[in-house]
């Protein structure tokens, strides 16, 4: 899953979520919501007019209710954003507001059967031991399993975005997957590669706080953009980081500003 992608353009559709969101409803006491509200759902397959489409490797398409009634996922190309309202076993996601990236074909193809099934339809809801499925009356449908959120410990935390300044950058095209990083408990260290040199250092973390000892790293030269991704991310170590786990996305922030995003790998 792009989560990267997924988090900057859900952030910008917010806003229009939360004014959808005033208007009257029953959005939290119906049976529906709470099977449904608060998960994480990643979405498995699309079926519409009798044909099932598998969401494509990769795609990250997915679907988060909260206790507030507005609903952020991704198409499986772009982001989007809803108001849910719920009443009795049935959910109805409308006011649905999306960014507009093309992507490829498949996931097109994807996107539009799950966004025409999703919105602006009224759906049965069916949750029960971590799947979950969404029936409209003419028999099309959405098939989901509840996504776990990730542990900060043993989880390969894949670089995806970079910020200082202000400004986030995603990755440059040669540095994309190949800067990440592993926190193991047992051993206080963390490990991994920065764009081009593999890493290890000791990681003590505390209150919402990763304290980095000097990086160790080997002696490799690269192609000068995973060389700037690795002067970045350097930059974390030999001092105190904040971080935030959200889901699947862990942010990195150094006492001077500068963070790093990255997303919860297999």
């Known amino acids: 899953m792009d989560t990267q992608r997924l988090t900057l353009a859900v952030l910008t559709l917010l806003p229009l979520v939360m004014a959808c969101g005033s208007d009257s409803g029953d959005t939290g006491s119906a049976p529906a919501a709470s099977g449904m509200s608060g998960v994480h759902w990643r979405v498995d397959s699309v079926t519409v007019d009798g044909t099932t489409l ?90 989901l399993t509840e996504e776990k959120d990730a542990s900060l410990y043993g989880t390969k935390w894949t670089i995806t975005s970079l910020r200082a300044d202000g400004t986030a950058t995603n990755l440059p095209q040669r540095a994309t997957g190949s800067a990440y990083l592993t926190f193991d408990r047992k051993t206080g260290e963390v490990t991994g590669r920065l764009g ?59 006492e001077n500003g500068e963070s790093a995003e990255a997303v919860a790998g297999p």
């Open 196 to 254: 081009c040199n593999h890493v290890t250092a000791r990681a003590t973390v505390r209150d919402g706080r990763i304290t980095l000892g000097p990086a160790s790293t080997t002696r490799m030269m690269c192609d000068a953009s995973l060389m700037d991704t690795e002067k970045s991310l350097l930059r974390l170590f030999s001092g105190t980081a904040t971080y935030r786990l959200d889901h699947r996305t862990l942010t990195l922030t150094s």
């Open 54 to 143: 598998q969401a494509p490797a990769g795609a990250g398409a997915g679907l988060r209710i909260g206790a507030d009634g507005t609903a952020v996922g991704d198409y499986g190309c772009n982001a989007f954003g809803a108001k849910a309202a719920f009443s009795g076993d049935r959910v109805e996601l409308t006011h649905a507001r999306q960014t507009l990236m093309a992507c490829a074909p498949r996931l097109m193809a994807f996107e539009r059967a799950m966004s025409r099934t999703l919105t602006d339809r009224s759906l049965t809801v069916r949750a029960e031991d971590g799947r979950l499925t969404l029936t409209a009356r003419d028999g099309d449908r959405i098939r």
